[in-house]
């Protein structure tokens, strides 16, 4: 069992900055293709960005593409995402996710297996 606990979330000014953290404890982490996603009142859970377990590959969404950086670091179990130029709309709660079954990197939510309890971003104009 995967145990997945976020930090780094806070209040930011809009063009401000900030970098998640995703510890993660229990499994075999650098088997694991790593994700983000974020959740808004009232609006669905969607992803953010993937990175994948071997061969540092990654993949955003484009709302986020150039302006947010995944990472990784096997050797602390961490995952990252480094988040610049936040707008309002990046205002959400974040939630970091484990998949080690998809053979490949994937955006959809049901393809992970864990998830942490997320970490609150909020962005003001």
């Known amino acids: 069992q995967v145990q997945l606990v976020e930090s780094g979330g806070g209040s930011v000014q809009a063009g401000g900055s900030l970098r998640l953290s995703c510890a993660a404890s229990?499994?075999?982490?650098?088997?694991?293709?790593m994700g983000w996603f974020r959740q808004a009142p009232g609006k669905e859970r969607e992803f953010v960005a993937a990175v994948r377990w071997s061969r540092p590959s990654t993949y955003y969404a484009d709302s986020v593409q150039g302006r947010f950086t995944i990472s990784r670091d096997n050797a602390k179990n961490t995952v990252y995402l480094q988040m610049s130029s936040l707008k309002p709309e990046d205002t959400a709660v974040y939630f970091c996710?484990?998949?080690?079954?998809?053979?490949?990197?994937?955006?959809?939510?049901?393809?992970?297996?864990?998830w942490g309890r997320g970490t609150q971003v909020t962005v003001s104009s």
């Open positions: 996710a484990a998949d080690w079954r998809t053979p490949g990197i994937s955006k959809t939510s049901t393809d992970y297996d864990y």
């Open positions: 229990g499994g075999t982490f650098n088997r694991y293709d």
